[in-house]
Each structure stands twice: as structure tokens, then as C-alpha cells.
């Protein structure tokens, strides 16, 4: 068809008249939202909270609006651990809440063990289920073939399980909680000999001397390291501080130290060791400290006149610079360097604690450390490590003789803790598959799941999923349909953390003790009922001797009831602003108590409003408490492993010394895989946010599925080039991921993020990881991990 | 001559499409409030009708139970009180439209700027008070320069993320 000037000028002015009519008329097309669509409108309230994607416990403001829809979570700019801000997770909450893999009513599995359909009941239904279970174990006095597996969970749900479990007759209580930032380390707890773990006063310290700590990333309370590491490099600080990071990999928190020192994967220990042979060889540390409070440091003669190596000895003899330089990679000006800065720039702290890093040092390189710390005298000082105090909340009164139950609580426990083979164990959640396998030492029948994912997250998950399926009734209380939920035969779904009421007792990272209420931001958005309660509720349906040991009436009277205690100790006050802070340090300072609630009604009322109670004040030198050794000081020489360990009849005083292991080299699979945790995975559970996974790899500009970080010149080496996707293979499995050239991991290590959902494909770093625990604490010990990578 | 008459007709055709243009555009509300009579007159205060802006993001707009308050039986002859008395009476809600609209991608609050900035409604909604007839588009055009020069002046943040979030 052929067009004349004329047709085009007639087109181009009708199409210019169509334009300008469409300005007149404005359409609204269907895929156009309104403005007051996208934008909820209402009456807006902010209701104060905590936040639990994290153990950090951040205070959380929950912006709702008409009392029905929360439209965003922001930090309580009164809190002391959040102070107004938050971290990613935090702000994604809101996607906890409202993710369609949410779970909205008790469901059962219909098919048997092996299919995943399940139908909806009702929750009296679901109710009488478990009570009819619990009560034919009662009947049958097989009450210990009961236990509770349990993840992240503090204050009075964790004690109301404990007393569930005590009144009903049986002793497994078992925390999956190896994976946890908050447990007790149990190289620190060699030397310390507290149950509970310490803190470092990171803000307040000079010198931070990090040993694979990927304290900047994946903290146990984030948002707390973000703002001392801003304190830290505050210019109006005098003198700044100093942070050194050793780690084979250029982690988020290498990238932001002042100095990153690459080494040999699995040497730390020997580093810090070398560190301590400065320190004493150029008599750097603190004399006054090591004599006074320590046990250990010199050699000694014990009363029966054996002559025992001290720590001094056995560092000067066996870690001269020339040979830990040569196992560390490390060179030896750096580590003079290293060691001086450390004396120097008090107060300084070594810090080998963080997540996942927990499993991938063994217990003897946590207690070298961690006895730089005592080298130094970095205790109960500020800006050093401190042991934090708990919120004074009432004991439960004790429960009333049952000889059916004390029978069943003195069973031995399921995952057999502190048995022979791991004597410094306080659970053993990985040993638990095996034994319920085995029937060892004896069959399980019930079994609860509460706030943990260990198909997600347990080395040994082929051997969980088998277990699941063995043992006859499991319960789930997962508020979203998690991998191990699939496996459950019941689930009574808990309201999200926004949706529940708890109280959530934590610490700040200068050791004062925190209680911060969780109240509900909204009603319930499903049919789901708060554990607490249905544990309550469970008791007064077992039998009468159960019921009495819960007298309340719902979860509510048990916060009332364990509040009294708070105010019984006239300790502290509710959250305010700093200035307050400061009043109450003062006012406790010279003896005077002057909370501002009169009554406990008032600390009721003001912690609603407020967000919770804490004490700003430390009292530092209380030795007693900070050292729960035989000593009753810090041992370089624990005593501890030696009681534990005295059947084995060990005569070797090395033993007993920070000793750490000397990683071993495989031929068949040479590297060494480096697991990451990335802040915006959570760690111990699989978050369902889209916000979370589209952040997760930023500097790799990697997001929604995991890779693989090899160094280019080891990339070159297997002919692999930036993107292809490789297997990683171990002796234990094999995964496929993308891998990405990285120069920041060292040549003879890989590093894959931890965190991604499962979603059925192969690449959970679950399938390739070792089981190999740590031999004293069962601990996974991932740094142990050997892989190869070839292309796919 | 054609070209004359031809010239003349899409003159006045632009002109009848400018006239409606400039109709079209802007709102018209249901009815013609008159807020110099409500306040200057009556002597209500802008917190009377509009009651959120003291304790939320947005003022508010009137509901038919506040009008309710006065005017469930007529006060005057006005034909548009009329349209208010019968709509109340109707069980019928009045669809006022909002006239001032921020981008979505900023987030402006009321309550931070009456309680915490002390400002005047008439900073940013002009001499309102003074209208008989509700405007059809604002009065004070808010740009973000606007924003801006406030905020230098009163020395608050000018950071995007103190607006845009």
C-alpha cells in the first residue's frame, strides 16, 4: 500500500487530537491501582514488640493501622538494644506474617508416614489427639518415651516446657541448639566454667582482634554489632577503634576491618597461640591479672608431687613464631605486629564467637582464644568480656511428688548428653536420629517440634527424615510448612511472633539484663493458638496430677506471675530515654531504688507501653560468678576437662592446654569448604521473604539461589570459568551450585552461603557438610568439611 | 476564503477544547463546601472536621457523622447544605475527593508536621479558609523543592530517606 504526504500529515494529526482527547478524558486502565490501594489508609497505632528472626531480641514498633493490618515494623527508639533501628530482617517481619507458606489451621496427616497430604481439623480435635497420646503413655508408664526438640525459645515458654516435660515424667528436654549464637562456647566454657555465655563489650573496646568471627554479618544480635562497630569509627572517638579479622576468606566483616590477615583454614588456634608467645616472650601481658585471677599459667606441683606444665611453658616451648608462621601462612612480622597492637591498645578483645563459625572451630581453638583474653586481663572491664546478667523473673513454684513421673524423669536421656564419647555435651540433637533408629535405650513414641527445622538445618538429615518416619506420633508446632513439618503427623500451627504474647528476657552486649515484652500487633490472622497456651491446655486434659502443676489459668497469669519477680528485686526500670538511663545508673549507683512504677499493676501497664524492663548497670569483679571453675579463677589448665575426662586416665598435661587440632590433609578431596552465614539468612530457620533473598548476595550480586566462591587462579587450575555451574562433592554427597570467581577466598578453600531454602533442589550445603562432630562438645565441626569441585 | 473560515473553525474548536481542558481538570467535590463560612462565620476550627491531623499521617476527611453534628436538620436554605441534610438523612455517604496528593514514594506525616514542626495548616493548604467554594485543584503547589526549601530553612533534614522510604 502505498501512503501519499497527505495520508501521513492526516495521521499525524488525528493520532495528535487522539492524544490530546486522552489528556482530556483521562481512562483508567484496568492494571492502574489507585493511589489509596496501594497505600493503606486507617487509624494507625504503634504497638511496641520484639522481634525473633534472631536471637538479638531487637524492641520493634509495629505500625498498624484500623488495629487489623501491619504496614510496617521499625525499631523501638526506646529499647536499649535496638535503640530506634533495626536490621533487614527486622523490616521484612512483615512478610513473616503475611507469607502464603503460612500454616492456617491443626492439620493431620492423612496416607500414612510416607505421604505428605494432610487434611484440616479442628483444634479440639487436634487437642484431644495429643492429649490421648500423652495420657495411654501416662497409663502405660512410658512417660520418658517423650521429648521435646526445640529451637530459639526463651523466658517463660522455654520454663513451661521444662515444667511440661518434668510433670509428665520425662527428661528430654533437647535443644537444637548447636546452631545457636547464644550458646555457651565450650572452649570458653573450659576456662570459665559458667553455664551461661559471655559477652564482649565490643563499643567500649580499643583493639577487636577477630578469629573468624563474622561478627559484621551474622552477629547473635546484629543490630547491636552494626552500631559498636559505628561507635568504633565514630571521629569523635579517641582513639578509634581497631579491628583485625583473621579468616581465609574476605568475609563482609574482613572487608570492613581494618586489617584482614588470611590463613590457613583450621589454624586459628595456632595463631592466637603464637600471639601468646609474644605476649609472654616480651613480657606484654597482664602480670597482675594472670597472677591473681588465673590458674595455671606457671607450672605447679601438685600435692602428690607431680610436676604439671602451665601454659607458659607449653607455649614458649612449642609455639616459637618461625613454626606457627609456617602452619599459619601467617607471616611473622605480622604476627609481632598482631601481638603488640593487642597489648597496646587495651582494652582489647579476642572474639571467636558468631554463628556458624561455632561449628567450624573446634573446642581446644576457642580455648586458645579466649586465653589471649586472659592474657590480657579482658575481664569484667569495659570494652571487655563481661557476663551478662538475667532479668530477675519469679522461679515456678515446685511441682507437687509424682512417683510416676520422677521415675520417668530419671531415665536416661534420648540423645544421651555428657555420655563418654562427647563429655562436655549438654545436648545432643544429631545423636538423636541414631538412637531413635537404634531404639537406643529406648523407643521413642511422641515427639515435639517446636521452633526448629533440623531436616533444613542438621548434618545428618537423611537419618532425621528416617526418624520421623519411625517414630509413631509427631507433633509440629511450625507456624509454616518447613521441611521438617512435612514430616510431621500433626501440626498445631503457633501464631507468628507478631501475633503472640511472650516475654523475651535477653542482654545487652555490656551486660545488662533486658525483658522485653512480645505482645501482639494484630489478632491471630489464622486459625493458630500460641504453644504456651496449648500447653496449658494439654495439662488440664492428661490428668489431674498434670493440671496441678499448671494452676494458671492461660499464658497471660504465667507473665503476671514471673513479672512479680521483677518487682520483688526493686532492680532497675521500665525502657526510657537515655537520660533516664543515666538517672537510674546513678540513683543504683549510691543505693537508692526508685523505679517509676509504684505497684505491679504499674510495671504491668509501663512495660506494655514502654516495651519492657531492663537495668542499665553492671557490676563488674564479681569473680565468683564470672568464674565457676574448681579454681574459682580463669584456667588456661581447665580442671573441668580433667574431672570430666579422669576415667580416661590422661597423663598428658597438653590435653588438658588449649590444644588445638592440626587440620589434616585429604588427597581425594583437597579443599577445604568454608560455610558463610549472610545476614539476611536467618540461620536456624528457612524465612519465607522474598525482600531477605532478593538482598542475600550483594557483594556477589548473587541472590535467590546459593554459589560457590573459588579463587580465580584455582578456577583456572580445574579449568572452571566465573559461572559455570560445578559440583561440590564431599565423601558424603554431592551439590551443584554456580560458581563464582572471588579472589577474597584463599586458593585451597571454597566458600558456599548457608540459608537458601531447600525448595527440592540440590543445593542445601547440608548434603555435602561432614557429621563429624567436635570430639569433645558433639558439636557439628563444619570447618572439617574436604570437598572437590568439578564441572558439571 | 475556504482557508479562512477553515483557520477561524479550529481556532474556536481549540479554544472549546482548552475551555474544557481547563474544566475537566482538577476535582470537583459533591458539593460546594464553603469553608470561609464554616470557620470565619460559624467559628469552628479546621481540628473540628478534619480530626486525625493532630495524632496520625493523614487529616482526615470528614466523616457524615461529623457533618451529622450539625446539620441533621437544615440550618439555612442553602441548596447545598440540602445535598448534606438529605444524604444524612438517606443513610448516604457524600464522596468528597482528595485534592492534594504526595508521590507514592514519599511519606508524609500530619502529626509530625503540625505537632512536632509547629506548622500552620496554611503553609501548605493556602488561604483554604478563606474559599467559598471548595478549589478544584490545590491551592500551594507542593513540589519537592518546595519541601526542600522548608526543610533547609527550618533546619530539618533534607536526607531522601527522611521523605522518601
Known amino acids: ?792 | 476564503m475556504g482557508k479562512i473560515a477553515f483557520l477561524l473553525l479550529l481556532f474556536i474548536a481549540i479554544l472549546v477544547l482548552a475551555y474544557f481542558w481547563l474544566q475537566s481538570s482538577g476535582v470537583a467535590q459533591p458539593v460546594q463546601f464553603n469553608h470561609q463560612l464554616h470557620i470565619k462565620k460559624v467559628g469552628l476550627s479546621c481540628e473540628d472536621c478534619h480530626i486525625y491531623f493532630k495524632t496520625q499521617r493523614f487529616s482526615g476527611i470528614p466523616s457524615m457523622d461529623i457533618c451529622a453534628g450539625c446539620h441533621s436538620e437544615a440550618q439555612g436554605k442553602s441548596k447545598e447544605e440540602a445535598k448534606v441534610v438529605n444524604a444524612i438523612k438517606e443513610g448516604k455517604t457524600i464522596e468528597w475527593h482528595r485534592i492534594y496528593r504526595v508521590k507514592r514514594s514519599v511519606i508524609y506525616s500530619h502529626r509530625l508536621h503540625i505537632v512536632a514542626g509547629k506548622l500552620e495548616c496554611k503553609v501548605c493548604h493556602g488561604d483554604i479558609a478563606d474559599t467559598i467554594k471548595p478549589p478544584r485543584r490545590p491551592l500551594v503547589k507542593i513540589s519537592m523543592d518546595r519541601c526542600r526549601d522548608c526543610h533547609s530553612k527550618m533546619k530539618v533534614s533534607v536526607d531522601c530517606i527522611t521523605c522518601h522510604k
Open chain 1, 1 to 792: 500500500m502505498e501512503q501519499s504526504r497527505r495520508d501521513f500529515l492526516k495521521f499525524l494529526s488525528s493520532s495528535s487530537v487522539l492524544a490530546f482527547s486522552g489528556g482530556l478524558f483521562p481512562v483508567k486502565f484496568p492494571w492502574q491501582d489507585s493511589f489509596d490501594e496501594i497505600v493503606p489508609q486507617g487509624i494507625e497505632t504503634w504497638v511496641p514488640s520484639v522481634c525473633q528472626l534472631c536471637p538479638g531480641g531487637c524492641g520493634i514498633l509495629a505500625r498498624v493501622l484500623d488495629g487489623k493490618r501491619l504496614v510496617k515494623i521499625e525499631g523501638n527508639p526506646l529499647h536499649p538494644i535496638s535503640r530506634g533501628t533495626l536490621c533487614p530482617k527486622g523490616y521484612a517481619g512483615l512478610q513473616v506474617l503475611y507469607s502464603p507458606y503460612r500454616i492456617k489451621t491443626p492439620l493431620r496427616k492423612v496416607g500414612g508416614k510416607d505421604s505428605k497430604q494432610f487434611e484440616k481439623i479442628g483444634w479440639d480435635q487436634a487437642i484431644d489427639l495429643v492429649a490421648s497420646k500423652l495420657k495411654s503413655l501416662r497409663d502405660e508408664n512410658k512417660t520418658y518415651t517423650f521429648a521435646v526438640l526445640m529451637g530459639q525459645c526463651r523466658g517463660t515458654t522455654r520454663q513451661l516446657f521444662k515444667r511440661f516435660l518434668d510433670a509428665y515424667g520425662s527428661p528430654n528436654l533437647i535443644d537444637n541448639n548447636s546452631y545457636r549464637e547464644e550458646t555457651p562456647v565450650p572452649g570458653v566454657y573450659l576456662m570459665q566454667g559458667s553455664p551461661y555465655p559471655s559477652v564482649y563489650d565490643l563499643e567500649n573496646a580499643n583493639y577487636i582482634l577477630s578469629f573468624g568471627s563474622n561478627w559484621l554479618e551474622s552477629f547473635w544480635s546484629p543490630v547491636q554489632a552494626f552500631r559498636s562497630f559505628g561507635k568504633l569509627n565514630d571521629d569523635k572517638r579517641e582513639p578509634r577503634g581497631r579491628i583485625v579479622q583473621v579468616e581465609p576468606r574476605l568475609s563482609v566483616t574482613a572487608a570492613r576491618s581494618n586489617q584482614w590477615v588470611p590463613i590457613n583454614p583450621g589454624t586459628e588456634g595456632f595463631l592466637a597461640l603464637g600471639i601468646a608467645y609474644m605476649l609472654i616472650k616480651e613480657n606484654l601481658y597482664n602480670q597482675d591479672f594472670v597472677s591473681k585471677h588465673t590458674f595455671g599459667f606457671e607450672s605447679w606441683k601438685d600435692p602428690s608431687g607431680i610436676v604439671h606444665s602451665g601454659f607458659k611453658d607449653y607455649v614458649l616451648n612449642d609455639f616459637n613464631l618461625s613454626q606457627v608462621s609456617f602452619i599459619t601462612g601467617v607471616p611473622i612480622d605480622t604476627i609481632i605486629r598482631l601481638a603488640r597492637d593487642f597489648a597496646n591498645l587495651q582494652p582489647a578483645v579476642a572474639l571467636g564467637e558468631d554463628n556458624f563459625n561455632l561449628s567450624q572451630q573446634s573446642t581446644f581453638t576457642r580455648m586458645a582464644i579466649h586465653s589471649l583474653n586472659g592474657l590480657m586481663g579482658s575481664f569484667e572491664i569495659k570494652g571487655g568480656v563481661l557476663l551478662p546478667q538475667v532479668p530477675p523473673l519469679s522461679s515456678f513454684p515446685s511441682i507437687s511428688a509424682d512417683p510416676l513421673s520422677t521415675e520417668g524423669r530419671n531415665k536416661p536421656r534420648i540423645d544421651s548428653p555428657g555420655n563418654d564419647k562427647y563429655p562436655l555435651s549438654k545436648d545432643l540433637p544429631d545423636n538423636l536420629p541414631d538412637n531413635i533408629l537404634e531404639d537406643k535405650p529406648y523407643p521413642l513414641n511422641l515427639l515435639f517440634i517446636y521452633n526448629s527445622d533440623p531436616v533444613f538445618i542438621s548434618s545428618v538429615r537423611g537419618r532425621f527424615i528416617q526418624a520421623l518416619k519411625k517414630i509413631p506420633m509427631v507433633v509440629s508446632f511450625s507456624a509454616f510448612m518447613d521441611e521438617t513439618s512435612e514430616y510431621a503427623d500433626l501440626i498445631l500451627p503457633d501464631d507468628t511472633y507478631l501475633e503472640r504474647l511472650e516475654d523475651d528476657p535477653t542482654y545487652t552486649l555490656q551486660g545488662f539484663p533486658v525483658l522485653s515484652l512480645r505482645q501482639p500487633v494484630i489478632e491471630p490472622l489464622y486459625q493458630t493458638k500460641s504453644t504456651p497456651e496449648v500447653l496449658i491446655e494439654l495439662s488440664k486434659k492428661v490428668d489431674d496430677k498434670m493440671s496441678s502443676a499448671f494452676p494458671w489459668k492461660d499464658h497471660p497469669e504465667v507473665l503476671s506471675f514471673a513479672l512479680k519477680g521483677v518487682f520483688d528485686s526493686g532492680r532497675g526500670d521500665l525502657f526510657g530515654v537515655p537520660f533516664e538511663e543515666i538517672w537510674t545508673r546513678v540513683l543504683e549507683k549510691r543505693g537508692w531504688k526508685a523505679p517509676s512504677y509504684k505497684n505491679l499493676e504499674e510495671l504491668n501497664k509501663g512495660i506494655k507501653e514502654k516495651g519492657g524492663w531492663w537495668d542499665p548497670i553492671y557490676k563488674s569483679g564479681e569473680w565468683d560468678r564470672v568464674f565457676k571453675t574448681p579454681s574459682k579463677k580463669l584456667e588456661f589448665y581447665s580442671q573441668i576437662l580433667k574431672e570430666r575426662l579422669k576415667d580416661q586416665n590422661i597423663k598428658d598435661d597438653k590435653y588438658f592446654l588449649p590444644n588445638p587440632p592440626l587440620p589434616e590433609k585429604e588427597e581425594e578431596y583437597p579443599l577445604y569448604l568454608r560455610v558463610f552465614v549472610l545476614h539476611a539468612l536467618s540461620i536456624e530457620r528457612n524465612l519465607p521473604s522474598p525482600w531477605l533473598k532478593d538482598t542475600a548476595g550483594f557483594y556477589q550480586k548473587e541472590k535467590w539461589h546459593p554459589w560457590v566462591e573459588i579463587n580465580p587462579e584455582k578456577a583456572k587450575e580445574l579449568g572452571i570459568v566465573d559461572k559455570d555451574f560445578v559440583w561440590v562433592e564431599s565423601s558424603k554427597g554431592r551439590i551443584k551450585l554456580k560458581a563464582r570467581l572471588f579472589p577474597g577466598t584463599m586458593p585451597e578453600v571454597v566458600g558456599i552461603p548457608f540459608g537458601f531454602e531447600d525448595d527440592r533442589k540440590d543445593f542445601n550445603p547440608i548434603k555435602v557438610l561432614t557429621e563429624k562432630p567436635d570430639p569433645l562438645s558433639g558439636m557439628p565441626n563444619w570447618g572439617e568439611t574436604r570437598v572437590k569441585l568439578y564441572k558439571t
